[in-house]
């Protein structure tokens, strides 16, 4: 149960981050992939920083794994324009 409720998180993650780069999306699997990634990096990046969200833990989860979907997009952007 405790995987599916982490590829949910992941999945809409992924999803709210691709809405808000205003990009169409990957699909389900690259949505997950997509907000998989970013929670590892948003959590890197906000333990790095010293940040902490202090709301309950799924809306922490959520906002972590959001936050570091929209830098993983933003530099894949960066990537592509420069290629």
């Known amino acids: ?3 599916l409720y982490f590829l949910a ?3 809409a993650a992924g999803w709210i981050a691709g809405q808000l780069m205003k990009g ?3 699909g389900m699997l690259g949505n997950i992939v ?3 990634i970013g929670a ?3 959590g890197f990046l906000l333990g790095e920083l010293g ?3 202090g709301a309950s833990e799924l809306v ?3 906002v972590t794994a959001v936050l570091g979907a929209v830098v993983l ?3 894949a952007g960066l990537i592509r324009k420069g290629s």
Request: net charge neutral; charged share 10%.
């Open 24 to 26: 169409r999306g990957f």
């Open 34 to 36: 997509v907000g998989i």
């Open 60 to 62: 922490n989860q959520l």
């Open 73 to 75: 997009l933003f530099l």
């Open 51 to 53: 940040v902490s969200i």
């Open 1 to 3: 149960m405790e995987f």
């Open 9 to 11: 998180i992941g999945a």
């Open 40 to 42: 590892y990096l948003g």
